[in-house]
């Protein structure tokens, strides 16, 4: 079980230490998108859903959860988040979600940005889902990444 992070030598899950690691800035962008039939998507852009303002409940909740990953996944280190945006883009068939979350520390914020863009598309279907049941959540991926040992990475895909 060599060579694997998150296993000791005896199988066993653990936390990797990252404690001798130097502080780096690092940021991390993730984004994903939510379809959603044209007549529920109208009533989102125009503020008309029947729970309110979905694009803003969606951001505050994004921004919560990315601050709360830590406590969600279970190896992942608690991070003290320099700062976490939510945006949105409307787009044909739904909206475009995209979370940036940025610290300087000793590992890096994909996950933070991952979970705030999931919980944000999750708090939009939440939101709207009287409007439209059938709403498909997709492609949630990372976009980029910079700082840290691995240096800067981004999706030759977009």
């Known amino acids: 079980m060599s060579g694997l992070s998150h296993i000791d030598a005896s199988g066993t899950a653990r936390m990797v230490d990252v404690g001798g690691k130097v502080d780096s800035h690092r940021v991390a962008v993730a984004d994903g998108f939510i379809r959603i039939a044209a007549d529920a998507?109208?009533?989102i852009e125009a503020g008309n859903a029947p729970k309110g303002d979905v694009l803003g409940t969606a951001r505050i909740a994004g921004i919560m959860a990315a601050k709360k990953t830590g406590d969600l996944i279970p190896l992942c280190h608690p991070l003290a988040l320099?700062?976490?945006n939510i945006?949105?883009?409307i787009?044909?068939?739904g909206i475009r979600a995209t979370a940036t979350a940025s610290l300087t520390g000793k590992t890096g914020v994909?996950?933070?940005a991952l979970t705030g863009v999931s919980v944000a598309l999750l708090t939009i279907y939440d939101m709207a889902k009287a409007?439209?049941?059938a709403m498909e959540i997709e492609s949630?991926?990372?976009v980029a990444k910079r700082g840290g040992k691995s240096g800067d990475w981004q999706?030759?895909?977009g």
Do not use: N
């Open 41 to 43: 998507l109208a009533a």
């Open 82 to 84: 320099d700062a976490v």
């Open 87 to 89: 945006d949105f883009a």
């Open 91 to 93: 787009e044909e068939q």
């Open 110 to 112: 994909e996950m933070e």
């Open 131 to 133: 409007l439209d049941k």
């Open 140 to 142: 949630v991926r990372l």
């Open 155 to 157: 999706r030759d895909d």
